[in-house]
């Protein structure tokens, strides 16, 4: 018997469902509030969640991440009344089972909930998974966790995959993890920097030549993708791959043949094939700078990691690992950190991600050697002025350019702060979707904002995205 909790304000819509789950023989909590309904998540173990987008009290979309940090976290069947591609996009990445568009039938509701139900019955019977390594790849925040999922089911299998991720995010880890975590395993490692191929030389440095192909080929010379044989082949950047070369490497990715410059024969090579970019391939399709047969050949699994302004929960275990590594590198002690230090890490949004992170711990730990406490004085002064910057801008928000004359006391500063910036957001808020046509996506690229922190700003405001 399942336990299924359906957190939905419209009672009518709550009746429908628990009769349904009823009617399977599982048993049914409904709740009408986000508060409500999370409460009863943390505080009893379920299996299904139906989980409306608009609320009284939060979006669904918001709670989503929290549901899913849960262990063994229910699955979670989004509804809403709302259609809207960017937010089942938002839902389907955050880890929903599924997203539905209200009204919807009892039959249309039935078929998610009865294969979500099937899954989880599968996955329970499953042997446990055997412990993965993946050395220096930190974070548990639930982006991460899809993430190592995706890696998990990956690994133990042939199939190629994609690495999608802002430079700085760890794509060549995960790239290394899956081919430490599968059967070739202690076989060639490869690396393909596309963006460092000579475009003169590119087919020679892949495909390898013989002796006399051009000039200066004074002997023969194996290609990377021999090179790879029996291991992993990674091309890192792979959107930088030129068109030309695209066409050629398809067919080897589809052969696992290929003629060297020269050679008037094949050869072989048993390669796994594991691709990262950090542009955006569809887009590149779009404009013809990509082959779509090719994408569609990289993308048997895809893995998009996260930018690191998007799992700041993570940050303080990434300090924590690099600073234990970087201590044992110079020889310096263990060192304890003011909690400013920390604050002024997660305030910052990290442009260049994990990597700039380790480089901000490595010049923090260099600064203070002799010192026993890191503090934010430590960290690189480009960061620091970066929050200066930001927090200066932010309390100069907050001062309106007239005060309104009143026979009433003044209100506290701090009242009469928060009612300016309320005011202020409001007005950004409504030049911002003006601006953006109503566009979620552009609105979000404009403001910098994540598409759930808009959307509760949207709700607080009570601003409709079509005006």
């Given at each position: 018997m399942a336990q299924v909790m359906i957190i939905d304000d419209d009672a009518t819509m709550c009746d429908m469902l628990s009769s349904m789950v009823h009617r399977l023989g599982h048993e049914a909590s409904s709740a009408v509030t986000v508060r409500d309904g999370l409460k009863q998540i943390f505080s009893k173990s379920f299996d299904i969640v139906f989980l409306d987008i608009r609320l009284?009290?939060?979006?669904?979309?918001?709670?989503?991440?929290?549901?899913?940090?849960i262990p063994s976290p229910p699955e979670v069947i989004i509804m809403t009344g709302y259609g809207d591609p960017d937010g089942a996009e938002l839902a389907i990445k955050n880890g929903a089972w599924d997203y539905i568009e209200k009204p919807s039938s009892i039959k249309e509701m039935m078929l998610p909930f009865m294969r979500a139900l099937q899954y989880r019955e599968e996955k329970r019977a499953r042997k446990p998974a055997v412990a993965l390594k993946w050395e220096g790849i930190i974070g548990a925040s639930p982006r991460m966790r899809q993430c190592f999922d995706i890696l998990a089911q990956s690994a133990n299998s042939d199939a190629s995959v994609l690495i999608n991720g802002e430079t700085g995010t760890g794509k060549e880890l995960f790239a290394r993890a899956i081919h430490e975590n599968s059967p070739r395993a202690g076989?060639?490692?490869?690396?393909?920097?596309?963006?460092?191929l000579p475009k003169t030389l590119v087919e020679s440095t892949l495909f390898g030549y013989e002796k006399g192909a051009f000039t200066g080929a004074d002997k023969d010379q194996d290609g990377l993708v021999r090179q790879a044989h029996g291991g992993t082949l990674f091309l890192d950047e792979v959107g930088e791959l030129p068109l030309v070369i695209q066409k050629a490497f398809l067919r080897v990715l589809q052969?696992?043949?290929?003629?060297?410059?020269?050679?008037?024969?094949?050869?072989?090579?048993?390669?796994?094939?594991?691709?990262?970019?950090?542009?955006?391939?569809?887009?590149?399709?779009?404009?013809?700078?990509?082959?779509?047969?090719?994408l569609f050949r990289l993308q048997t699994f895809v893995i998009d990691l996260p930018p690191l302004r998007e799992r700041k929960e993570d940050i303080r275990e990434l300090v924590m690992y690099h600073m234990a590594k970087l201590s044992e590198r110079y020889g310096i002690g263990t060192k304890g950190f003011a909690p400013e230090f920390l604050d002024s890490l997660v305030a910052y949004e990290w442009p260049g991600n994990v990597r700039e992170?380790?480089?901000a711990v490595e010049r923090a730990l260099t600064m203070a050697r002799h010192e026993p406490t890191?503090?934010?004085?430590?960290?690189?002064?480009?960061?620091?002025?970066?929050?200066?910057?930001a927090a200066v801008t932010k309390e100069n928000t907050t001062v309106p350019?007239?005060?309104?004359?009143?026979?009433?006391?003044?209100?506290?500063l701090k009242t009469f702060r928060d009612s300016a910036l309320q005011e202020s957001e409001r007005q950004y808020l409504e030049d911002l979707m003006s601006i953006a046509g109503s566009n979620i996506k552009e609105a979000c690229r404009i403001s910098g904002l994540?598409?759930?922190?808009?959307?509760?700003?949207?709700k607080k405001y009570r601003i409709s995205r079509y005006g």
């Open positions: 009284p009290d939060g979006s669904g979309l918001d709670v989503l991440p929290r549901i899913r940090e076989k060639n490692f490869v690396v393909v920097d596309c963006t460092a052969e696992h043949r290929f003629r060297p410059v020269g050679s008037k024969k094949e050869l072989e090579s048993d390669f796994r094939l594991v691709a990262a970019t950090n542009r955006n391939l569809d887009e590149m399709v779009q404009l013809r700078h990509f082959r779509r047969d090719l992170l380790v480089n890191l503090f934010a004085k430590h960290l690189p002064t480009h960061i620091r002025i970066s929050l200066a910057r350019k007239e005060t309104p004359v009143s026979a009433n006391p003044l209100p506290t994540s598409r759930p922190r808009l959307y509760a700003l949207m």
